[in-house]
């Protein structure tokens, strides 16, 4: 069974701060997305990544894919009250089209 | 466009009834996933459909659980008996056959059995 841990699971820090989470595994992915959930919605795609070593910026946030494929980070900088959510990283596999999801990142981002 | 969307967005029943979640699926996609996130196990996936035909249904956590999609813009979880214990946030989200396979997440159903 292929598994994809995040870490921290929760993070809370002051507006302004930097912050970075991890999505790790031991099997290799085709392609690995994030997610951010907000309360009461469903988790919106933020990004895809699918070449090792790709690096993406959306504004704030600095997604990057593991050499190897099996492992992503997500970087943000000066973070924002609008930043609170849950993160969830997803990796996919070219053989099928389900997405084995990690257990996210609920990040609170305190003004 | 209209994305995913689900009905009801909430649902409050008593434990023995009969419980039917919808959901429409962005028209073009042919991929449906139904999903359940609690706090304790996070996001699982319960049973996805390709083309309308069910493909891994292994979530599903036991025999009171069934989905249905008889058309490619139309799909049904259905809970019978509902328990305390099917109490969570169903999501249904929609995707592309191909590329990466980024997946449409619909706002979810809020479930709680009393």
């Known amino acids: 069974t292929q598994l994809l841990e995040q870490s921290p699971q929760f993070l809370s820090i002051q507006e302004g701060e930097n912050l970075t989470v991890y999505c790790n595994s031991s099997s290799v992915f085709s392609s690995l997305q994030w997610y951010r959930q907000e309360p009461g919605e469903g988790p919106v795609l933020l990004v895809t990544?699918?070449?090792?070593?790709e690096v993406k910026k959306l504004k704030r946030l600095t997604f990057q894919f593991g050499d190897a494929r099996k492992d992503s980070s997500l970087h943000i900088t000066a973070a924002q009250p609008g930043d609170t959510g849950l993160y969830l990283c997803a990796g996919g596999r070219n053989a099928g089209n389900m997405l084995t999801f990690g257990g996210g990142t609920r990040l609170m981002v305190k003004p | 466009d209209a994305g995913v969307i689900q009905s009801p967005r909430h649902e409050v029943t008593e434990m023995g009834q009969e419980v039917t979640l919808r959901c429409k699926p962005i028209s073009g996609h042919n991929s449906l996933f139904w999903y359940r996130q609690t706090m304790m196990r996070g996001l699982e996936l319960l049973i996805y459909?390709?083309?309308?035909?069910?493909?891994?249904d292994s979530g599903m956590p036991e025999d009171r659980f069934s989905a249905k999609m008889p058309n490619a813009s139309f799909s049904t979880l259905k809970i019978q008996p509902s328990e305390p214990r099917d109490s969570a946030v169903y999501f249904c989200?929609?995707?592309?056959?191909?590329?990466?396979?980024?997946?449409?997440f619909g706002p979810g159903t809020r479930l709680t059995v009393t």
């Open positions: 459909f390709n083309n309308n035909v069910p493909i891994d």
């Open positions: 990544v699918v070449t090792g070593g």
């Open positions: 989200a929609s995707s592309f056959q191909a590329g990466a396979y980024e997946q449409y």
